[in-house]
């Protein structure tokens, strides 16, 4: 299989997939080592679980994005 093979198939994966794919392929080049990172990756996962879960609702963006600038127009 070639590049382009390898890129036309991975674009048919799911979004979820399609995203630990370029994570993984993110960390090849460039891997986390410092202390931060390594707690990010902790909140990150924990935040994933959560959602899965079912014990927080995501909210939209442009729900988060309204707010924000309803705070900010006074």
Same mark, same amino acid.
């Given at each position: 299989?070639?590049? $382009?093979?390898? #890129?036309?198939? *991975?674009?048919?994966?799911?979004? &979820?997939? +399609?995203?630990?794919? !370029? ?14 990172? $390594?707690?990010? #990756?902790?909140? *990150?996962?924990?935040?994933?679980? &959560?959602? +899965?879960?079912?014990? !927080? ?18």
């Amino acid at each position: 299989m070639n590049t $382009k093979e390898l #890129i036309d198939e *991975a674009v048919l994966l799911p979004v &979820e997939e +399609r995203a630990l794919v !370029v994570d993984s392929l993110l960390r090849s080049l460039n891997q986390p080592e410092s202390e931060v990172d $390594k707690k990010w #990756i902790a909140v *990150a996962q924990r935040r994933l679980a &959560e959602l +899965r879960s079912g014990l !927080v609702k995501a909210v939209p963006g442009e729900a988060v994005f309204e707010k924000i600038r309803k705070r900010y127009e006074k």
